[in-house]
Every structure is written in C-alpha cells, then in structure tokens.
C-alpha cells in the first residue's frame, strides 16, 4: 500500500543552526505535499505545502523541495529558533482528498 | 473565528466500555476527517465525510468503530467495547472540501483504555 517515510525521527539543533527533515512517498500520483507543525497538546498545524507543478517553495525561514522523478522532498527551517521546536509531520496526497502521514520529527532547538 | 473544536479533551475509560467523542468543524467547512495518532506514530486516517456524500470508512479498523456527520456539521466517532490499544489521540479536522485543500485540525482527544 502506500506509505510516507519520514527522517529522522529526532533532530537537535543549536539556536540558529538549520534543521532538514525528509521525506519519501510511495505512489506517483500523489501531487500534492504539505508540512504540518504540532505543539504539545495541540492539533497540527500547515506550516507550508507544495504541489507537484513546482520544485520549491519559500515562506521567510522555512522552504520546501520536491523532486517527483524521485519522489523524494524535504523541510528546510533556517535561522532556527526555540519556537520552532515542535513535532513536525510531512504528507502526500492519496486521491483527491486523502493524505498519507509521515511518523513525525521531533525537533529540539537548543539555546 | 472560531476553529475545530473537540470534546472531551481527555476520557479515561475502561476496557470493554463504550465511548463517543465529538468534533465541531469550522461553520461552513464541508469536509471532515478523523484520524488516530498512537505514540510515536503518524496520523492514521479513520473516516471522511464530504457534504451529503456517502462517507469513506476504509480507514476504521474494526467494526467496533464507527462514526456519524448529522446535518452536515457535527460528528461523533464512537468506540464500541474499547480495548487498551484504541488509547490513542484522536484528532478531527475540517477543509472547504476541495482538493488541496489545507485542513484544520482540532486538539485532539486524548484517550486512555485501562
């Protein structure tokens, strides 16, 4: 079936260092990929998402790339700080309404 | 404005008892999804209602649940004689319903079989 493989399942990084969590997925069909940020005790939250009509996205410090040929794409947060530390989860889209999840990053931002 | 909300926050039950958790989308969102989080899991999707479609149930993994939409707005995921793994978070969300579109999620229900 398809699925969504998601390193590493930890990532400690000092204050202002960047942070990069990757993702694969299985099924060529999915076109569609966004980032979720969970705070503790918190539902998640889209941070940024990207589709398949493009290979990268910006939003101030965080910034997505996908390469479809092999499906592949990755979450880059520069300049990070201890806000950002949360558990943070990739998706690909299954159909048109369904996503598959990634098992999630924790990222710890050290000060 | 008002997001997901979800109730209750935490339910702590015991094994073979039933229990319903309820989930208010965003007014005007027509779709809605649940999905259970275990520890150190992803999301696993459960169910999603669209409008007055019929819903997709293929993610429910045993007859034991089952989920409801009335009028299009609240819905109610109920967990027949739970077992010690349904503990789990279990979390709703809400879109305009179209494709790609972002989902908003609710906090979660925290529940605990003993």
């Known amino acids: 079936g398809e699925n969504v493989e998601q390193h590493p399942s930890t990532l400690s990084v000092q204050e202002g260092d960047s942070a990069v969590i990757k993702c694969t997925y299985s099924d060529s069909a999915s076109n569609y990929f966004p980032w979720y940020k969970q705070e503790l005790g918190k539902g998640p939250q889209l941070i940024i998402d990207?589709?398949?009509?493009?290979g990268e996205k910006k939003d101030q410090r965080i910034a997505v790339t996908l390469n479809k040929t092999a499906k592949h794409f990755s979450l880059h947060i520069t300049e990070t700080q201890p806000e950002d530390s949360a558990v943070y989860f990739c998706a690909a889209s299954i159909g048109t309404y369904k996503y598959i999840f990634g098992t999630g990053t924790r990222l710890k931002v050290l000060a | 404005g008002a997001g997901v909300s979800q109730s209750p926050s935490n339910k702590v039950t015991e094994k073979g008892k039933d229990v319903e958790l309820r989930c208010d989308p965003i007014?005007?969102?027509?779709?809605l999804y649940w999905y259970r989080q275990s520890l150190g899991q992803g999301l696993e999707f459960l169910i999603y209602?669209?409008?007055?479609?019929?819903?997709?149930k293929s993610g429910l993994p045993s007859d034991r649940f089952s989920a409801e939409r009335t009028g299009g707005s609240v819905s109610t995921l109920t967990i027949q004689r739970t077992q010690q793994e349904d503990s789990a978070v279990y979390l709703c969300a809400s879109s305009l319903g179209q494709p790609q579109e972002t989902q908003y999620f609710g906090p979660g229900t925290r529940l605990l079989v003993l």
């Open positions: 007014s005007g969102h027509t779709a």
């Open positions: 990207i589709r398949s009509n493009v």
């Open positions: 209602f669209q409008g007055n479609s019929a819903p997709d």
